[in-house]
T-cell receptor, first 109, second 115 residues
Framework: GQNIDQPTEMTATEGAIVQINCTYQTSGFNGLFWYQQHAGEAPTFLSYNVLDGLEEKGRFSSFLSRSKGYSYLLLKELQMKDSASYLCAALDSNYQLIWGAGTKLIIKP | ETGVTQTPRHLVMGMTNKKSLKCEQH?????MYWYKQSAKKPLELMFV???????ENNSVPSRFSPECPNSSHLFLHLHTLQPEDSALYLCASSQDPGLASNEQYFGPGTRLTVT
């Protein structure tokens, strides 16, 4: 079956760095997405990786290892507004997104 | 502002009621989606429309009935729902579901409570 695993909840301190991991098992693979969802709001796109390696976008970076079926989202210089759920989703061979349950990130001052 | 709007934002309905959820996208996209989001569960894809044609129906019960009159509007008609159908219903749109880098743009969702 197809499956995405990510931690349910993480806590970090303002100004620190946090890494949110995601492992996936899919029928074929066409890339991995990260979305951010603040409570009561729409998910918003953060990143898309299809090749191995690290992609950096400001304070946020996303890493992919296709051979390990593994990705992580790295958030630097954490701000209170980064408190949100982070959703990992893998695109399978039918171009269907397989979603994880999301990681709720709590930022403490 | 994501360019995808949904109404109503909140809905409480009894199990015998009939109601409809509405989604509109202002992005010129060709594909639209309905998702169900329950607490601590992955997003569940319900329906996909591409150029107004339904391309996915993920074994959704018939008490949920989608309608896509044009590529900018998507409805979800609800009737005789069950309490377990209470969830956040998200609409999304994208340019082309056949593209690998197919970023989806989400609406804010309708919080549905079935009593």
């Amino acid at each position: 079956g197809q499956n995405i695993d990510q931690p349910t909840e993480m806590t970090a301190t303002e100004g620190a760095i946090v890494q949110i991991n995601c492992t996936y098992q899919t029928s074929g693979f066409n890339g991995l997405f990260w979305y951010q969802q603040h409570a009561g709001e729409a998910p918003t796109f953060l990143s898309y990786n299809v090749l191995d390696g690290l992609e950096e976008k400001g304070r946020f970076s996303s890493f992919l290892s296709r051979s390990k079926g593994y990705s992580y989202l790295l958030l630097k210089e954490l701000q209170m507004k980064d408190s949100a759920s982070y959703l990992c989703a893998a695109l399978d061979s039918n171009y269907q997104l397989i979603w994880g349950a999301g990681t709720k990130l709590i930022i403490k001052p | 502002e994501t360019g995808v709007t949904q109404t109503p934002r909140h809905l409480v309905m009894g199990m015998t009621n009939k109601k409809s959820l509405k989604c509109e996208q202002h992005l010129g996209h060709n594909a639209m989606y309905w998702y169900k989001q329950s607490a601590k569960k992955p997003l569940e894809l319900m329906f996909v429309y591409n150029f107004k044609e339904q391309t996915e129906n993920n074994s959704v019960p018939s008490r949920f009935s989608p309608e896509c009159p044009n590529s900018s509007h998507l409805f979800l008609h609800l009737h005789t729902l069950q309490p377990e159908d209470s969830a956040l219903y998200l609409c999304a749109s994208s340019q082309d579901p056949g593209l690998a880098s197919n970023e989806q743009y989400f609406g804010p969702g309708t919080r549905l409570t079935v009593t």
